[in-house]
């Protein structure tokens, strides 16, 4: 299996622009988070999707940003417009969510994408 | 309010063992996740606890006492490839993760 997949790997982009993030989770997983971590506030969850749909987005943290699963192998992060504070490193996850729960044992990060709004 | 506590760096030397220790109070409590991160990668599950007591994982063990709100995960026979940032994450009400800040841990030979 290829793991979590998210594209770009790195994003260098103009405060005002329209960025949009990829992910692919593995086949199979139930549920899908979106994750951003900086220096000043660590690792914070943005939004999951169990089954394609959005389950919990208040970590979501402005109406600038927006989240989509259209299908059970996609699902995009949309930031429009960007600013500066908006870099960061920015993770996928998945999880079968086997266990019963939202996190099940296990959780499976993608390589991440690093995100520099100038 | 949301709160997980952990130090912010510790320094141990190869071969010995070493506590990090994670103190949380959550809205309600659906379990206790341990993760690895190497700087610039994406962090990889360690262990996860839901009841009381010790799970251990070949060198790593973690440990909970909910009655404390407490959790700590042991490294045994560090190794230099040991060093990394881990991160303690409480599963709270509504089914949200949140994150502390990490430790970083240095392995000096």
């Known amino acids: 299996d290829a793991g979590v997949i998210q594209s770009p790997r790195h994003e260098v982009t103009e405060m005002g622009q329209e960025v949009t993030l990829r992910c692919k989770p593995i086949?199979?997983?139930?549920?899908l988070f979106w994750y951003r971590q900086t220096m000043m506030r660590g690792l914070e969850l943005l939004i999951y999707?169990?089954?394609?749909?959005?389950?919990?987005d208040s970590g979501m943290p402005e109406d600038r940003f927006s989240a989509k699963m259209p299908n059970a192998s996609f699902s995009t992060l949309k930031i429009q417009p960007s600013e500066p504070r908006d870099s960061a490193v920015y993770f996928c996850?998945?999880?079968?969510?086997?266990?019963?729960?939202?996190?099940?044992?296990?959780?499976?990060f993608g390589p991440g994408t690093r995100l520099l709004v100038l | 309010g949301q709160n997980i506590d952990q130090p912010t760096e510790m320094t141990a030397t190869e071969g010995a063992i070493v506590q990090i220790n994670c103190t949380y109070q959550?809205?309600?409590?659906?379990?206790l996740f341990w993760y690895q991160q190497h700087a610039g990668e994406a962090p990889t599950f360690l262990s996860y606890n839901v009841l009381d007591g010790l799970e251990e994982k070949g060198r790593f063990s973690s440990f909970l006492s909910r009655s404390k709100g407490y959790s700590y995960l042991l490294l045994k026979e560090l190794q230099m490839k040991d060093s990394a940032s881990y991160l303690c994450?409480?599963?709270?009400?509504?089914?949200?993760?949140?994150f502390g800040q990490g430790t970083e841990l240095s392995v000096k030979p």
């Open positions: 999707f169990n089954n394609n749909v959005p389950i919990d």
């Open positions: 996850a998945s999880t079968p969510g086997t266990s019963g729960g939202a996190y099940s044992e296990t959780q499976y």
């Open positions: 086949s199979g997983h139930d549920y």
């Open positions: 994450a409480v599963e709270g009400e509504g089914g949200k993760l949140i």
């Open positions: 959550t809205s309600g409590f659906n379990g």
